[in-house]
């Protein structure tokens, strides 16, 4: 089975700063995809970078970057220059490869507050 | 514009009373997904269907049903079986892929009294 740990229930981080996001994973396949996503307080879920388990190079998107160590099996979310609409709950997530579309396996997340 | 519809966005029920909560995709995805969300405890999955005609439970399946008539649509119900259904319900849909982003709907907030 696979899981999602997110140590950090909460992070704060001052403005214009960058922030780094922890998630590490667990798995016994080979072939898996990591996910970010953005909850605001609205609930919506906002998708925010991906990362395959055979990429060699970290996934960048915008001030979105993943921080991808296979072998520590972390998938670490480092957003720079922080802005106050940061401030939401993000939610690391892997899908494995098992015959088709198997589902997000999401972390508890962490809450992120951008502070002025 | 295409996206997923989750509808109502508030609901009020009595204990007891079976409730279905709707979700419709125009996104021509095959997948689709129900997860729930309570604090805390990040999004656990309660069903998913790859195709029409077919899905599977999830982690926290009892209590809850559904059906796949329709590529469209997903609808979740959720029954009295159900111990404690207060909770924020999200509907997803993806295409096929090991990387394929999952689309959220915006939530179904229910609250049971």
């Known amino acids: 089975a696979q899981k999602i740990t997110q140590t950090q229930p909460g992070m704060f981080v001052q403005e214009k700063e960058a922030v780094t996001l922890d998630c590490t994973y667990d798995?016994?396949?080979?072939?898996?995809?990591l996910f970010w996503y953005k909850q605001p307080s609205s609930g919506e879920m906002i998708f925010l970078i991906y990362?395959?388990?055979?990429?060699?190079q970290n996934a960048t998107e915008g001030r979105y970057s993943l921080n991808f160590q296979k072998a520590r099996k972390s998938a670490n979310l480092v957003i720079s220059a922080s802005q106050l609409g940061d401030s939401a709950m993000y939610f690391c997530?892997?899908?494995?490869?098992?015959?088709?579309?198997?589902?997000?396996?999401f972390g508890k997340g962490t809450r992120l507050s951008v502070i002025a | 514009d295409g996206g997923i519809t989750q509808s109502p966005k508030y609901l009020f029920r009595k204990e007891g009373q079976n409730v279905t909560l709707s979700c419709e995709q125009n996104?021509?995805?095959?997948?689709m997904y129900w997860y729930r969300q309570d604090p805390g405890q990040g999004l656990r999955l309660i069903y998913y269907?790859?195709?029409?005609?077919?899905?599977q439970k999830g982690d926290i399946a009892e209590g809850y049903s559904v059906s796949r008539e329709k590529k469209e649509s997903f609808p979740l119900t959720v029954t009295s079986a159900q111990k404690n259904p207060t909770a924020f319900y999200l509907c997803?849909?993806?295409?096929?892929?090991?990387?394929?982003?999952?689309?959220f709907g915006q939530g179904t907030r229910l609250t049971v009294v």
């Open positions: 269907s790859q195709i029409v005609n077919d899905f």
């Open positions: 798995t016994s396949d080979q072939s898996y995809g």
């Open positions: 997803a849909s993806s295409l096929t892929g090991l990387l394929a982003e999952a689309f």
């Open positions: 996104l021509n995805h095959d997948a």
């Open positions: 990362q395959g388990s055979y990429d060699e």
């Open positions: 997530a892997m899908r494995v490869e098992v015959g088709g579309n198997t589902p997000l396996v």
